[in-house]
């Protein structure tokens, strides 16, 4: 076997043993209805997800202009209902991540919250059609 397949099962397996990180979540009502997509008028909406396999050990808090809003687990999402205008996302690890947003009443926009090594994240801003098939992969997290 190469080292790189070995060392690819070493990984997964300190993934497994080390065990899942738990955020509250919300209920199961709350979660379709975020599911929905709907935007409430003169609103937008600004999803948070992280829908991979690293980092499974790893709670990443999530701040929305400059406030704390809720932590981010393995395959979980926050939404943010915001108003029209500039808002700063903040990915509240080691490095500090952030991605600003222009939001526009009516829309939805998507963040995917990347796990990194070292307890680090990034955070990306991504098309309609990606963010809502991994929103779809998540559950969502209770608010703060």
């Known amino acids: 076997m190469s080292s790189k397949f070995l060392i690819s099962i070493a990984i997964l397996l300190a993934a497994l043993v ?3 990180v738990s955020v509250p979540m919300a209920s199961p009502e709350q979660d379709a209805a975020a599911r929905s997509f709907a935007v409430r008028p003169g609103k ?3 999803y948070v997800y ?3 396999i690293f980092g499974t050990a790893l709670r990443l808090p999530v701040a ?3 406030k704390l809003v ?4 393995i395959n979980t999402f926050l939404v943010l209902e915001v108003s029209p205008g500039s ?3 903040q990915s509240k690890t080691e490095n500090g991540a952030t991605v600003t947003i ?3 009443a009516g829309q939805n926009y998507y963040v995917w919250q990347e796990v990194k090594m070292g307890a680090r994240a990034a955070l990306h801003h991504v098309d309609e059609a ?3 098939a991994a929103v779809n992969e998540c559950k969502l997290v209770a608010s703060l």
């Open 102 to 104: 222009n939001a526009v």
């Open 70 to 73: 809720g932590d981010t687990a």
């Open 130 to 132: 990606t963010g809502r």
């Open 44 to 46: 937008a909406n600004i």
């Open 18 to 20: 080390s065990g899942c």
């Open 64 to 66: 929305l202009d400059g």
């Open 50 to 52: 992280r829908n991979e």
């Open 87 to 89: 808002h700063t996302i």
